[in-house]
C-alpha cells in the first residue's frame, strides 16, 4: 500500500509499531478471533481533509481484493467536555453529526473534507482532528455514499456512529 500511495503523489513510509486503541477497540470488537491480516495506517493531522479524502482513493481500488477500510475515531469527539455515564448528546454534538451523517449519505465528501468551515461546531466537537480524519478516509475509499450502520452516545460528547461506505453496504 506504501508504493500505492507514493505512485498517487502522497508521501508514505512503512513503519513498524503497535497497535493504538484506534485500532484495536474496534478490531476486538468485530474480530474477536484476531484471525484476519491488519495494516495500521496513520492520519496526518497536519494535511487537509482533500488529503485524507485523496489516501482514501488510493485504497478504494483494494477494495476489489476483499480488504476492509476501517477509519475509527468517533464522529464527535471532544473529552474536555465529557459527562461520564451520560447518553444524551447537547446540541451541538448532535448538529454535527446530522450534518456529517446528511452529508455523507448523499455522498458530498467535499463539504465533509471542508468540515472546519462547513460543520456546524466543528471546533468545539474536534478540538483537534486526529479523530475526525480516519472518516474522510473511509469515505474516499467508499467512492460515494454512507449510509448509518449504528449512532449511540457515551459520554454526553462522543458520538458512536458507525457508517459503511460502498455498494456492498446495502
Request: hydrophobic residues 45%.
Amino acid at each position: 500500500m506504501v508504493e500505492d500511495l507514493k505512485i498517487a503523489g502522497i508521501p508514505a513510509t512503512r513503519a513498524e509499531r503497535g497497535f493504538d486503541h484506534g485500532v484495536w477497540v474496534p478490531l476486538a470488537l468485530m474480530f474477536p478471533a484476531a484471525d484476519i491480516p491488519v495494516v495500521a495506517m496513520s492520519v496526518q493531522p497536519g494535511r487537509d481533509g482533500a488529503h485524507h479524502l485523496a489516501v482514501g482513493a488510493v485504497l478504494a481500488d483494494r477494495r476489489a481484493e476483499n480488504i476492509l477500510v476501517v477509519g475509527s475515531g468517533a464522529i464527535t469527539h471532544n473529552l474536555g467536555e465529557v459527562v461520564p455515564g451520560s447518553t444524551e448528546a447537547p446540541e451541538w454534538v448532535t448538529a454535527f453529526d446530522d450534518w456529517a451523517v446528511e452529508r455523507a449519505c448523499a455522498g458530498d465528501s467535499k463539504a465533509l473534507a471542508d468540515w472546519r468551515r462547513q460543520g456546524p461546531h466543528a471546533r468545539r466537537n474536534h478540538p483537534t482532528p486526529e479523530h475526525w480524519l480516519p472518516f474522510l478516509v473511509a469515505l474516499g475509499a467508499g467512492a460515494g455514499s454512507g449510509q448509518v450502520l449504528h449512532r449511540s452516545t457515551t459520554w454526553g460528547v462522543l458520538r458512536m456512529t458507525v457508517m459503511g461506505f460502498g455498494s456492498e453496504i446495502a
